[in-house]
């Protein structure tokens, strides 16, 4: 069985990171695992969309994750969850932060954030929402709160907590790990 993930948000908010962690945990696992990315102007406040799919039973050949295929959605900000609803399979499940991150052209004013942005998630598919950065401020630095998001779902997959602690260990740089840590509990014990 093939689990497909996509996390979804805007540039620095950690998504290649959260790809990074998800990847090492599937082959250290055995998984055949792909990781792909899809972005924007990233450096810029642009989206940003990763494809995770990893597998223990089939070789993976593809490395994008088709529309109402993936198990789980990340989103870093509401209004990526939005937009990434399409990925969403019907039993699958959105992890949000609800942070709202504004675009360019809401910025400029030509156009409107969604204040119904994460209502309309809700009504749309199984939703756990969080303040994942104020629960990463908690833990020591908001930059964690990926971090915490992965928290949530390590709960919801079949790798031993232990197997993400160690994967942030090895992907996080020394100085940052206790916080990124903290914040993964964090997450976890919400999940």
């Given at each position: 069985m093939t689990t497909n993930i996509v996390i979804v948000g805007v540039g620095g908010q950690g998504t290649l990171l959260a790809s990074r962690i998800l990847g090492h945990i599937a082959m250290e696992n055995g998984y055949d695992a792909r990781v792909s990315e899809v972005h924007g102007m990233s450096q810029r406040g642009g989206s940003v969309t990763t494809y995770v799919r990893m597998s223990a039973a089939e070789r993976l050949y593809s490395t994008i994750v088709e529309q109402e295929q993936a198990d789980f959605v990340l989103a870093f900000e509401t209004l990526e969850a939005l937009r990434a609803l399409p990925y969403l399979k019907k039993d699958g499940l959105m992890i949000v932060n609800t942070q709202q991150i504004l675009p360019?052209?809401?910025?400029?004013?030509?156009?409107?954030?969604?204040?119904?942005a994460l209502a309309r998630v809700r009504a749309a598919a199984d939703t756990v929402a969080l303040d994942a950065v104020g629960i990463a401020e908690q833990c020591g630095t908001f930059r964690a709160a990926n971090v915490v998001l992965l928290g949530v779902l390590a709960k919801r997959m079949q790798f031993p907590a232990e197997q993400w602690r160690e994967a942030i260990r090895a992907l996080v740089k020394p100085q940052f790990a206790q916080w990124n840590l903290d914040a993964f509990e964090e997450g976890y014990r919400r999940g």
């Open positions: 360019m052209p809401v910025i400029t004013g030509a156009a409107e954030y969604p204040e119904d």
